[in-house]
């Protein structure tokens, strides 16, 4: 499967540089059988009352990080928590770091890390000298958000942006960058979903510094996805299960959300509770088997998220959704419009 079969030009001005305000004012795609535009706002009506609305309740942390080894300055990227409590991360001029090295980070009195280990892709294992409560508050003091290289911050994230990067469903801290599509929720729309009968569920996963890399193979079946760590606990699989089994139609919010359940999931598409990590790289072929409809925003080209769009709604479907996008100026991206994507396969009138 060629890379090149999942590119697009996308004219810079198409790159969104802040949120719509309101967030549910933001633009809604509709992609089906046909194309409609809507807002966010409407997408209580565009939903069944019995359906189940899946979201992300991650919470980004200012992952980004400088440091010190002696005179050389080595930037961090806190990626995931590893099980031994040492943390995965990706790091700028990594070959200059040894198993052993010790890191000292700027902006917090006496913050440092350990070299664990060293991978050969640039990634290192970080013993820091602290953990819980008092590493979350190092964090605060001494990191940043590590927006996306689209989002043009010449001087670093602005205190809008610390506001504006989290998900109203924000909970448990972990993540490395935001899961975009809940950022367009709002209580207002939340209360409409609740009078419309749709039930709401949270899943959690922590997004990684991995999202932000490029896919570098011609043929895309090569890439490697970076593990994430994510949790389905068994009252909200349970509460899944029931959903889909009364009829009801599962509703993910974000890609994340959607390789979690997938991840989960059975062959006949029940879920099982679920804690660990995972690397699931979807592709077109791949066989949806627990979630219906998926809410995201618009996504880069050559990238993972594209290539798992065009899986779900179709690779020529999403293709001329994305051609219908920028001819009429939905904006793009993080902080950009979103998408409501309905299954290829249910649209065609496959199974569920």
Not at 134 to 149: D, M, Q, S, V
Not at 332 to 338: I, K, L, N, Q, R
Request: a neutral charge.
């Amino acid at each position: 499967m060629d890379l090149s079969a999942f590119d697009f030009d996308l004219p810079p001005e198409r790159i969104a540089q802040a949120p719509a305000r309101p967030r549910d004012s933001a633009r809604l795609l509709c992609v089906g059988a046909t194309l409609a535009d809507r807002v966010v706002r409407d997408l209580a009506e565009l939903l069944a009352p019995g359906d189940i609305l899946v979201s992300n309740d991650t919470r980004v942390i200012p992952a980004q990080l400088a440091a010190r080894r002696g005179a050389a300055r080595i930037g961090i990227t806190l990626d995931r928590p590893l099980p031994d409590g040492t943390w995965h991360a990706l790091a700028r001029n990594a070959r200059r770091l040894r198993a052993g090295d010790v890191l000292t980070f700027d902006g917090a009195a006496d913050f440092t890390a350990t070299v664990a280990a060293r991978d050969p892709d640039g990634g290192v294992a970080l013993a820091f000298d602290r953990s819980g409560e008092e590493f979350a508050a190092a964090l605060r003091a001494a990191g940043r958000l590590a927006l996306p290289p689209y989002i043009a911050r010449p001087s670093g994230p602005t205190d809008a942006d610390a506001a504006d990067y989290q998900t109203i469903f924000a909970r448990r801290e972990g993540a490395v960058a935001a899961p975009t599509a809940g950022l367009h929720f709002t209580p207002r729309l939340l209360a409409a979903l609740d009078a419309r009968g749709v039930r709401r569920v949270t899943v959690t996963l922590h997004v990684g510094a991995g999202t932000f890399l490029p896919v570098r193979e011609a043929n895309v079946s090569a890439h490697r996805m970076h593990a994430e760590w994510g949790e389905i606990d068994a009252p909200t699989a349970a509460a899944i299960n029931a959903a889909r089994a009364s009829g009801g139609r599962v509703v993910a919010v974000g890609t994340t959300s959607l390789r979690l359940l997938e991840t989960a999931a059975a062959a006949d598409g029940i879920l099982r509770p679920f804690a660990g990590e995972t690397d699931l790289f979807i592709l077109p072929g791949y066989r949806f088997r627990a979630v219906d409809r998926l809410v995201t925003n618009f996504h880069l080209p050559r990238s993972t998220l594209f290539m798992l769009v065009a899986a779900f709604a179709g690779t020529a479907g999403m293709r001329a959704a994305y051609r219908h996008a920028i001819e009429q100026g939905y904006r793009f991206y993080s902080y950009g419009d979103a998408c409501l994507l309905d299954r290829a396969d249910a649209t065609a009138g496959g199974g569920a």
